[in-house]
């Protein structure tokens, strides 16, 4: 039965067909699947429950390699194949060559797409992206669900660890323990909407008697990256970066116009703003501005800014291009109950 869901790129066009002739609803997504976990099955079901058919298309052997690096794929393109066609979920499975998924799709034309995870709208691939379009494909992104990865199973294997308690899906804070510092960035440009979207989780932020007293420079112009790079000794790597946000507060705004109230607003909005690229498969990291003055002084001079609004931090922000495990730096030492 398995072998029967194996539909090869040159037929599909024709299964297709039938699909349609059938009035049957096609859901389409695309991925590696190496070593498949609980959370891909869930995903799966979920993308499932989306149409009336579902088609996964998987990289070959060669993409994975280009994707993720000499020591993958685990298991071979067919064998990654057969696993999925034995799922209930999956209609049909197609292995494709190249890291773009573009002429499959093209084959596919789905009535809805399914992406998994870190992904927003803005980043998909545009040539995927424009064959959606043609195609009138609604798209959909699914986050996974729970924090498997392959690439945190080999990891575990490799090291001989067991999946660590703060790794397990079920305290519902992974996206705290998953916040690293990522200071290698794809080259690729970060919508402006999601920066905004970042900015507001910005502004979600507590402030001492909610004065909120922050302002927010977003910057994307390359020029702009590189003059502030060079203000910063520990963050050359922002002229990598597709953006930065350079968290502000304005000392007359804040609480008793105290600048500790000040500096406490500003870094509830960073931490926001770290989780919140995080949750969008972003990476991001913190570099300080405040309370180095000729820091402070060379960012309000470029841009002319009045004396009382201090820049705090500049958060660099783009599509991560290095990959860092969860953690926390907990240690029961620091933790005091009831007393000193
Ligand atoms: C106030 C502050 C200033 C920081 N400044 C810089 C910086 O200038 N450059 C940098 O690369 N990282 C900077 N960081 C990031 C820290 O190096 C990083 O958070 C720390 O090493 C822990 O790693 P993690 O963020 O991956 O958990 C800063 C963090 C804070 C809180």
Not at 57 to 81: E, F, H, M, S, Y
Not at 119 to 143: H, K, M, N, W
Not at 253 to 273: M, P, R, V, W, Y
Request: with cysteine.
């Amino acid at each position: 039965m398995a072998a029967a869901k194996l539909v090869p790129q040159d037929t599909l066009p024709a299964w297709r067909q039938g699909l349609r002739q059938s009035g049957k609803r096609l859901v389409v997504t695309n991925g590696v699947f190496d070593l498949l976990h609980p959370g891909h099955v869930q995903y799966l079901q979920k993308a499932r429950a989306l149409g009336d058919a579902l088609l996964v298309c998987i990289n070959d052997d060669d993409a994975v390699r280009t994707l993720k690096g000499p020591t993958r794929p685990l298991l071979c393109a067919q064998d990654r194949a057969t696993m999925l066609a034995v799922l209930e979920a999956v209609s049909a499975v197609t292995i494709f060559a190249g890291v773009k998924a573009s002429a499959v799709l093209q084959a596919a034309q789905p009535d809805i797409y399914v992406k998994g995870g870190d992904y927003t709208v803005d980043s998909l691939d545009r040539e995927e992206y424009a064959v959606l379009q043609q195609a009138g494909a609604q798209i959909r992104i699914e986050p996974f669900v729970g924090n498997f990865s392959t690439s945190n199973l080999v990891r575990r294997l490799r090291d001989g660890a067991a999946a660590p308690a703060l790794e397990q899906s079920q305290t519902g804070l992974h996206f705290i323990y998953a916040r690293r510092s990522i200071r290698k960035y794809q080259q690729r440009p970060v919508a402006a909407e999601t920066l905004r979207e970042l900015v507001r989780a910005a502004m979600a932020a507590p402030s001492a008697c909610a004065k909120n007293p922050w302002e927010f420079i977003v910057v994307t112009d390359k020029a702009t990256l590189e003059t502030i790079a060079e203000f910063l000794p520990n963050g050359k790597f922002l002229t990598q970066a597709a953006a930065a946000i350079v968290v502000c507060g304005d000392q007359t705004k804040a609480h008793g116009e105290e600048l500790s109230f000040l500096l406490q607003d500003c870094t509830a909005a960073i931490q926001n703003i770290l989780l919140a690229a995080c949750q969008l498969g972003l990476g991001a990291c913190w570099l300080g501005v405040h309370p180095r003055q000729e820091r402070v002084d060379k960012l309000q001079k470029l841009w002319h800014m009045p004396p009382s609004v201090l820049p705090i931090a500049c958060l660099a922000i783009g599509w991560p291009a290095e990959e860092k495990p969860p953690r926390t730096n907990f240690r029961e030492e620091a933790l005091h109950w009831q007393k000193w």
